[in-house]
């Protein structure tokens, strides 16, 4: 979040009563997010690929591993020709999926009746992290309320940090737990704030040794002062209307709402890392051992530019945000990132806690030109969540007009 918009904001260079950051010793003491090369791979990586019909085994749909005999699952046979009839088909359905469907075939068959509540909705179940598979839950009506979903305070007092979609065990012990926390405005949440997680979780995956158990966003307070911003309960209920059924490992976070003054971005991470790690001890790996979980601010392009605005960000906040924790950066169109990167000496002192992650499919949605849609009547459908439309609308929310450069303004918010 942009310091400038707090309505008390002070230059650092002005300001000598910062509220401190937590010690060094309260955080966990995790690797780099530096992507893999080349000899982190091992033998594997130069042997030949095995063609698919001299084998008699396909690739098993839970593993994430390279192309190689061990990432097969030895019972099934692997079909190469293209299916002629409904026979020679290849079940897709995931185990979990399989599970539920029989069990609402036996109980039908037993008393007559099918389970209307999710076994992935029970507390006592073991949460895994996300993975790119789609789960039965998120295929019905994706934006209707589901069950076993606990409603953020709108009351500090009554405040409970949100943990039920963390990630309780690893699946990969080899690999580090990470959580990547969003800051902003979110007024309203857009689809690109979305997929900005799900790049994320694909660069993640993909290129570094982390695992991800959890995304959160995090909407500023009330107190943050910018043109078209709703107050700070319509902004949590609409991100956690964006997230219930849309994705199955996002949550909202509603202490930095909550909060009486703008909270520097510094000292939500702490919070983050409090509940996290210091509270809950992190999380279990397969072995039965805690570990100490990475947090990482997920950020835009031009909330990165805003850091080398003179003035803006205090010099030790970038450290502790940068050094302590780390950033995913996603770029926004036309924007050079790593170019940026390399002129800022705080950032590139940090560069190895920082991934850049490249737009494949351009997006360029905006809250700023959603309100404006808003104001003029015009769609803002597939824009952002049918349930998100709904509750603008149900609420009258973003009637007001905002200042003209605003309006024009790209940023992401």
Request: charged share 25%.
């Amino acid at each position: 979040m942009d310091p400038t918009n707090d309505p008390n904001f002070t230059p650092p260079s002005l300001t000598k009563n910062f509220e401190p950051t937590a010690p060094l010793h309260k955080i966990p003491h995790n690797t780099p997010i530096q992507p893999f090369v080349m000899e982190d791979l091992g033998e594997a990586l130069d042997d030949p690929a095995p063609h698919p019909a001299a084998t008699h085994t396909r690739p098993s749909a839970a593993s994430h591993k390279s192309f190689d005999s061990a990432s097969y699952d030895a019972d099934s046979k692997y079909i190469s020709k293209i299916p002629r009839k409904h026979t020679e088909l290849i079940n897709s359905s995931s185990d979990e999926e399989e599970e539920e469907v029989k069990k609402k075939v036996d109980a039908k068959e037993n008393d007559g009746k099918i389970f209307t509540k999710y076994e992935a909705d029970r507390p006592d179940k073991e949460i895994l992290p996300p993975s790119i598979q789609v789960r039965s839950s998120q295929i019905a009506d994706l934006e209707e309320v589901p069950h076993g979903i606990t409603r953020q305070a709108t009351e500090l007092s009554n405040y409970h940090f949100p943990t039920h979609r963390l990630a309780t065990t690893l699946l990969d012990d080899s690999k580090s737990p990470l959580v990547i926390v969003a800051c902003g405005s979110f007024s309203p949440i857009t689809y690109l704030h979305l997929r900005m997680f799900e790049m994320a979780l694909d660069a993640v995956m993909e290129l570094t040794r982390f695992e991800v158990v959890g995304g959160y966003f995090s909407p500023v307070s009330s107190n943050y002062k910018k043109q078209g911003l709703a107050l700070a309960h319509h902004r949590v209920r609409m991100c956690e209307l964006a997230c219930e059924r849309t994705s199955s490992w996002l949550m909202v976070d509603a202490w930095e709402s909550l909060q009486p003054r703008y909270t520097r971005t510094a000292l939500v991470l702490d919070h983050f890392n409090e509940e996290i790690n210091i509270k809950r001890g992190g999380v279990m790996t397969k072995s039965g051992q805690k570990r100490g979980v990475k947090i990482m601010l997920l950020a835009g392009g031009d909330l990165i530019e805003s850091m080398g605005e003179p003035d803006v960000w205090a010099d030790f906040d970038l450290h502790h945000i940068l050094g302590r924790y780390g950033c995913l950066i996603v770029e926004r169109t036309g924007s050079d990132v790593r170019s940026f990167l390399l002129s800022h000496d705080i950032m590139y002192e940090h560069r190895k806690n920082i991934l850049v992650i490249k737009q494949l499919i351009y997006n360029d949605i905006s809250s700023t030109k959603i309100r404006l849609f808003i104001r003029r009547g015009m769609s803002v459908q597939y824009l952002l969540p049918n349930s998100v439309i709904r509750y603008i609308q149900q609420h009258n929310l973003y009637g007001d007009s905002e200042p003209v450069k605003q309006v024009m303004s790209d940023r992401v918010e």
